[in-house]
């Protein structure tokens, strides 16, 4: 009989009223994430062969944590796992529910818009490149006086919905370790135009695959898998 180790959900805790709770976008990837990982590969990829994942846009960090509890259930799986995010209070507040998991300092952090604060010698480095981004569009809104708030960063992509998604993916190559495999993954919402999301991301060579949906409320939203193209 083999034993499949049981990869726990991580505990979140959030008292930071700008930092974005979990939600049924978090739990698509954590779910995913999970059921696609054992001893020799992770999604695919070898997994002796990763070794480094970034979790961009982090919030309460719950992503880059579940990578370091598979870390524990998986010896050969052994990247080191980098966090970012816009927002101060969001990398504060990761840092408290890594403790709160019992790891010790592992993850390494970034306050960075995007990729802009992160340092040169991680260009070229990322095997995976994780991005809950903010997708919903804010057009809706600019006939109310909305003025962009803190809190707005968790959902606010840009008129259209998919602004930040397209200004991280025209960066995201930089960073990637194209001599290996290499997956980006990210949430879109049926509450975009998709095809025209993914007409510009097929113009930035990028290879789309949707893996997941699931239906909440008012919306569908899609786990979707990016390789780059290397001509
Ligand atoms: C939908 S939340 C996802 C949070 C967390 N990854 C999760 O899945 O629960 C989007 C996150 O992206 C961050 N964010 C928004 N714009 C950003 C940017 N330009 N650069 C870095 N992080 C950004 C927000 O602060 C927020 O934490």
Request: glycine fraction near 4%; proline fraction near 4%; hydrophobic fraction near 40%.
């Amino acid at each position: 009989m083999i034993l499949i180790p049981l990869i726990p959900d991580p505990v979140i805790s959030c008292d930071f009223e700008n930092v974005y709770t979990p939600s049924d976008d978090s739990y698509l990837l954590i779910d995913y994430f999970k059921g696609n990982i054992n001893e020799n590969q992770f999604d695919g990829i070898n997994i002796s062969e990763i070794e480094n994942i970034l979790d961009l846009g982090t919030g309460t960090g719950i992503i880059a944590i579940l990578f370091q509890l598979i870390k524990v259930q998986y010896p050969n799986f052994n990247p080191k796992i980098y966090a970012s995010d816009i927002l101060k209070e969001a990398i504060e507040c990761a840092k408290i529910n890594e403790e709160a998991n019992k790891i010790n300092k592992e993850i390494t952090f970034f306050h960075s818009d995007l990729f802009i604060s992160f340092p040169e010698r991680l260009k070229d480095s990322f095997n995976i490149i994780v991005f809950n981004p903010p997708y919903l569009p804010s057009s809706q809104l600019i006939n109310q006086n909305y003025e962009k708030k803190i809190i707005d960063y968790s959902w606010d992509g840009g008129l259209k919905g998919y602004e930040t998604l397209i200004s991280f993916l025209e960066n995201a190559k930089l960073f990637l370790n194209l001599k290996k495999d290499h997956s980006i993954y990210f949430i879109t919402s049926s509450r975009t135009d998709l095809l025209e999301l993914n007409e510009k991301i097929k113009n930035l060579s990028y290879k789309n695959k949707l893996v997941e949906k699931r239906h909440i409320f008012f919306e569908d939203i899609f786990l979707n898998k990016l390789q780059y193209k290397t001509h």
